[in-house]
């Protein structure tokens, strides 16, 4: 995977299924938008379906995660409030049945084999596809579609979701973001300290120049 070298980083912690994390995104690329220097992603997949999943990573959705329908509906609200804040339409306020597994694997797939802007050309268009379109990103011929127009070989998505070493990585990947202290996405992380939350892009901008 190639890099520019001279271009600042900043870790995101994110699960494609959480609206917050597409909300703060959009807050990331309005803080991106005022800076001269290029400010790239270093992804980082979360799960938030970790409690509902069985040993072979498919959802049990009878299991009870505490999450009844009025912290939905706060959700749902908290998600309005930001779409007001950010100036963004979405098609959708939760996406509860919708798995994002196979789109966080065919993401670290293209982000561990390509360059640094096609990988971010398909994190967003994974993002766009959920929240801007409604679409479900748990089903491979969209991936492997938005794959293709990223730059990607679609079988090359194919054989990454069929593959159960890189289903184990990334499966190990959300285990780390846990021993690592992340409890909650989007977090957003630089130089030894964290912000968690849709925060906005002023917020970020403390974050990562101290100002």
Not at 148 to 175: C, H, M, N, P
Not at 183 to 194: E, I, K
């Amino acid at each position: 995977m190639s890099e520019t070298q001279s271009s600042e980083r900043i870790t995101v912690f994110s699960d494609y299924v959480c609206p917050f994390c597409y909300l703060g995104r959009e807050s990331l690329r309005q803080y991106q938008s005022t800076r001269e220097a290029e400010l790239e992603i270093d992804w980082h997949p979360f799960d938030l379906r970790s409690g509902k999943r069985n040993p072979d990573g498919s959802i049990d959705h009878s299991v009870d995660d505490g999450k009844d329908e009025d912290y939905y509906e706060q959700a749902k609200q908290g998600v309005r409030r930001l779409q007001e804040k950010y100036g963004v339409e979405m098609d959708l306020d939760i996406a509860t049945d919708i798995d994002s597994l196979p789109a966080q694997i065919a993401s670290y797939y293209v982000k561990e084999h390509y360059d640094y802007e096609t990988w971010l050309t398909f994190d967003v268009a994974v993002f766009e596809a959920l929240w801007q379109d409604g679409q479900d990103i748990g089903d491979e011929d969209l991936l492997v579609d938005l794959a293709e127009d990223a730059g990607v070989d679609g079988d090359e998505i194919r054989s990454a979701l069929a593959d159960d070493g890189l289903r184990s990585a990334v499966r190990e990947k959300f285990t780390a973001a846990k021993r690592q202290g992340i409890t909650g996405v989007p977090t957003f992380a630089y130089d030894g300290h964290a912000a968690r939350g849709a925060v906005p892009p002023e917020q970020l901008e403390r974050l990562v120049e101290g100002t």
